[in-house]
Antibody
Framework: EVQLVESGGGLVQPGGSLRLSCAASGFTFAGYWMRWVRQAPGKGLEWVLRINNDGSSTAYADSVKGRFTISRDNAKNTLYLQMNSLRVEDTAVYYC??????????WGQGTLVTVSS | EIVMTQSPAILSASPGDRVTLSCRASQSVSSSLAWYQQKPGQAPRLLIYGASTRATGIPARFSGSGSGTEFTLTISSLQSEDYAVYYCQQYIEGPKTFGQGTKVEIK
């Protein structure tokens, strides 16, 4: 069974940093592109970062470019999201998702990041 | 960036009803269209990909149709567990943009 389990969320002040992790199991992690998708409270879905299967290629939404970094450790079956210079508008549930042929076929349960003073 | 527009924003329906949700793309996405279901407090779940192919384990009452710029998700007989928010997403190019969602609520 495919499992994606996020961790690392919490309350952080504006300008602060946070690192999220997504532990993958039940599939060959190194064979898949992965995404971080976020959802602000009461809002829709927004993909924010993408990484290819070996970590050599990444893509970022304009809203997080220069502040967020996606990475992965295929030996540990783990996806990461380093968030710096956090803003109030980054408050959201952050989901990791597995990408297959362009769509997202498996999702984690999400971790809440709250940016507030 | 391809803009996805869903309608209606809210759909009120009774159990057993046949419901149809719409999704329109700002330019052709061919059949590169997925639908997701999200219940309160839960992660999204893939329902449909390729505009019309049900994902593993999705009941047959869910069906998708369309191509190009116009798509529909139909629930043939609404069940209590189907009350949720539904999102469409294009994945043909660039940012894999989502629609804003349609909430299916109890009438």
């Amino acid at each position: 069974e495919v499992q994606l389990v996020e961790s690392g969320g919490g309350l952080v002040q504006p300008g602060g940093s946070l690192r999220l992790s997504c532990a993958a199991s039940g599939f060959t992690f190194a064979g898949y592109w992965m995404r971080w998708v976020r959802q602000a409270p009461g809002k829709g879905l927004e993909w924010v970062l993408r990484i290819n299967n070996d970590g050599s290629s990444t893509a970022y939404a304009d809203s997080v470019k220069g502040r967020f970094t996606i990475s992965r450790d295929n030996a540990k079956n783990t996806l990461y999201l380093q968030m710096n210079s956090l803003r109030v508008e980054d408050t959201a549930v952050y989901y990791c998702a597995r990408e297959f042929n362009g769509y997202f076929d498996s999702w984690g349960q999400g971790t809440l990041v709250t940016v507030s003073s | 960036e391809i803009v996805m527009t869903q309608s209606p924003a809210i759909l009120s329906a009774s159990p057993g009803d046949r419901v149809t949700l719409s999704c329109r793309a700002s330019q052709s996405v061919s059949s590169s269209l997925a639908w997701y279901q999200q219940k309160p407090g839960q992660a999204p779940r893939l329902l449909i990909y390729g505009a019309s192919t049900r994902a593993t384990g999705i009941p047959a009452r869910f069906s998708g149709s369309g191509s190009g710029t116009e798509f529909t998700l139909t629930i043939s007989s609404l069940q209590s567990e189907d009350y949720a928010v539904y999102y469409c997403q294009q994945y043909i190019e660039g940012p894999k943009t989502f629609g804003q969602g349609t909430k299916v609520e109890i009438k």
